[in-house]
């Protein structure tokens, strides 16, 4: 009756996450990268609320975890963009490979 | 197991509107492509500047001030996301709730007095 | 393996929402990548239907499709480069990236591909929102008032760094 089992969607959020990462390490823009980690952060979501039914112990505690990394997510693009924004107005840059410095 | 499949048939509608939200513009888009002339000229392509003559980019940087706004929104929208099944399970969820989501709201208006005291909700 | 309708609409949305990521990796222009994305988000939205997760679909709109998305296109309006993003990392370095990442995904998959734990029954997809919020307000309560603090905190943080910019190419231009 249930025809999808649990593990296509453990393999389609893997598959998802390596392209975050891929992301993530070979972008330069440094709004992609952190659009990446979301990716990244949206593939653990699926995890979650596929757990939250298919997994052992279903209960819905899944679906809460997945809600409060949503607002995490959230509030680290909303932090990780003001950051961008100063760095940029500093240096001219949204490159991450010309970010090596830690004074300005 | 009856009330899973008519729960996810129900979706079968929502998936109906978003094949017609999607062909409908592109059908229309594309009968227009047929349908129109085609004479390109040099001025047609210029930016639209209120009809004077376009002296920059049509991509110009802008106020960092327009993101404290986007910011905001962001931040309120989450809110908004825990206040629905709030209200939702209220009736079994008595007083004591309600003053979890007063702390919640408190917390959240004091950031946005902050800005309002920081002068950051000032359009000009 | 029987094609049932459920089997039907996980290919579909898996399949945009790969096709989505590649977008991401392969495009060129910023902003192209960012709409790309867009198309993830909402069928990673469609496989929580599937998974009887209603609310966390309606969230994942709201949420990723809407509000992170229009906030980094505010990102890459206000910072002004070229608006490609040309890559000019090493190609031995981008191969020894996908190695990596594979050897990553190679592992992972040697652990769940044939995961197999009996299906139970569930409840989830009756009152969906109103069982989240029965738990959410009775057992999550500690972690859903830090919630607040963290988000106040990032309000407040990102207006401090944000502020100070404007002031300082206030001073500047004056």
Known sequence: MNSVPLSAYLVLALILFCIGLYGALTKRNAVIVLISIELMLNAVNINLVAF????????????????????????????????????????????????????? | MDLLNSYQNNYLIVFVFLCLGILLPIVALFLGKLLRPHKPEEAKYTTYESGIEPFHDSRIQFNVRYYIFALMFVIFDVETVFLYPWAVAYDKLGIFALIEMLIFVIMLAIGLIYAWKKKVLRWM | MSLSGEMIAFILLSLVAIIGGILLINLTRVVHMVIALVFTFISVAGLYVLLSAEFLAAVQILIYSGAITIIMLFGIMLTRHNDTSEKTAGVWRKLLLIAGIAGFGLASYAGIYNLDIPVQETKLHEDNTRQIGMALYSDHMIPFELTSVLLLAALIGAIILAKKDDEKKEGEES
């Not at chain 1, 997994?55 to 997510?73: D, H, K, M, R, Y």
């Open chain 1, 52 to 104: 939250s039914k298919l997994g052992p112990a279903p209960s819905i505690s899944g679906q809460i975890f997945s809600l409060f990394t949503i607002t995490v997510a959230a509030a680290e693009a909303a932090v990780g963009l003001a950051i961008l924004m100063s760095l940029y107005n500093r240096r001219k840059t949204v490159n991450v490979d010309e970010m090596d410095q830690l004074k300005h």
